[in-house]
């Protein structure tokens, strides 16, 4: 009796300890997470002459923020090197996109060939602009939207600190 006493003291040890490790793993991912992207909720300051967005720089020195596209949840990072918007193409189908004509560009990596979409719908926070010009790129890399010129022409831009205003004007 002794001895199975013994065992299952040792099994919920054991079980106490992959347990906790679990927690631990799942708290440092969100402390990663948030890091990497300090802007997973924004909030919009309305007025009625603009509508304003602040984001927060991550430890990497950039703003990536989550948005939509045609009312599907996304996450963006401000490029301003970007000509135009561009979208994984491995998210074409998920977002509702048609493929449009092949272009090249030019991008961090080289000339690659995109294909030129249109969005219905995006948004930042409130902010929200429509039928706005992208490029979908196959094997682009990466999981976020590099928000280009194209988007960014309609905002006024301030950037302090570690924060970028966003603003919108009426």
């Known amino acids: 009796m002794a001895h199975s006493t013994k065992k299952l003291g040792m099994m919920f040890t054991v079980a106490g300890w992959i347990l906790g490790i679990l927690l ?10 948030q890091q990497n992207n300090p802007n997973q909720s924004i909030s919009t300051l309305q007025t009625p002459a603009f ?13 990536i923020f ?3 596209i045609n009312h599907h949840k996304v996450t963006f990072l401000v490029d301003t090197g970007a000509t135009i918007t561009a979208i994984p193409g491995e998210l074409q189908q998920a977002l509702g996109l048609k493929r449009g004509p092949a272009t090249s560009v030019s991008t961090a990596n080289g000339l690659t060939t995109a294909y030129l979409t249109r969005l219905d719908q995006l948004a ?15 094997n682009m890399g990466v999981d976020q939207i590099l928000l280009g010129m194209n988007v960014l022409k309609h905002f006024e831009l301030v950037q302090r600190g570690d924060e970028l ?3 919108h004007y009426r």
Request: zero cysteines.
């Open 24 to 33: 631990l793993t799942l708290a440092f991912s969100k402390i990663l997470d």
């Open 51 to 63: 509508q304003e967005v602040v984001l927060t720089r991550n430890r990497n020195g950039q703003y």
């Open 66 to 68: 989550g948005g939509e």
């Open 124 to 138: 930042i926070g409130e902010i929200e602009l429509f039928d706005v010009n992208a490029s979908l790129i196959p």
């Open 165 to 167: 205003m966003i603003r």
